[in-house]
């Protein structure tokens, strides 16, 4: 197993998720959780209308525990935000970003591994963090891929694809 090690490799943090898929009535559908995030953005054309809500559409990923490898973070987090159990099938790669911390007051650069899993079953695990999720669709590839907040997790979601037709 690969397992992260903090502050290796010039990364502060790191994290893993997976990239989910199902057959449903022949077809793949992929695993797609929409969050609520408290970040300020404008909404619409109306530049004086800012709201405190934005829901952000992503696939489940998260921090490791201490002394939890990669893919056992992956399945952990797939189950908590997904609320699905999944076994992995594949690295498909990583994301990396900087993001600031204020309460430190320096910024982090972190780095979150997915993998291509196969969806098992239903689960009832829940877990709350600053995140909160609201809801959880399966969607084709080419709604999956509209859907998606973050141009990396579109183009992971196109080399789980790939990697699944190989498979």
Excluded at 152 to 165: D, V
């Amino acid at each position: 197993m690969e397992k992260a090690k903090l502050y290796e490799d010039n990364y502060d943090e790191r994290s893993a998720g997976g990239i989910v898929y199902k057959k449903e009535e022949g077809k793949i559908r992929w695993l797609v959780i929409k969050t609520y995030s408290r970040k300020r953005f404008p909404r619409g054309n109306d530049k004086n209308d800012h709201s405190n809500e934005r829901f952000i559409y992503k696939f489940p990923k998260g921090h490791l525990l201490e002394g939890e490898f990669l893919k056992q973070a992956a399945v952990r987090e797939v189950e908590e935000e997904g609320q699905i159990k999944a076994k992995v099938l594949a690295k498909i790669g990583s994301r990396d970003y900087v993001i600031s911390d204020r309460l430190l007051k320096r910024k982090i650069i972190k780095k979150v591994t997915f993998f291509l899993m196969e969806y098992l079953g239903e689960s009832r695990l829940r877990h709350y963090d600053k995140e909160t999720v609201v809801g959880r669709e399966w969607y084709s590839f080419e709604e999956a891929r509209e859907k998606l907040a973050y141009e990396s997790e579109r183009t992971l979601l196109g080399k789980a694809a790939r990697k699944l037709g190989k498979i």
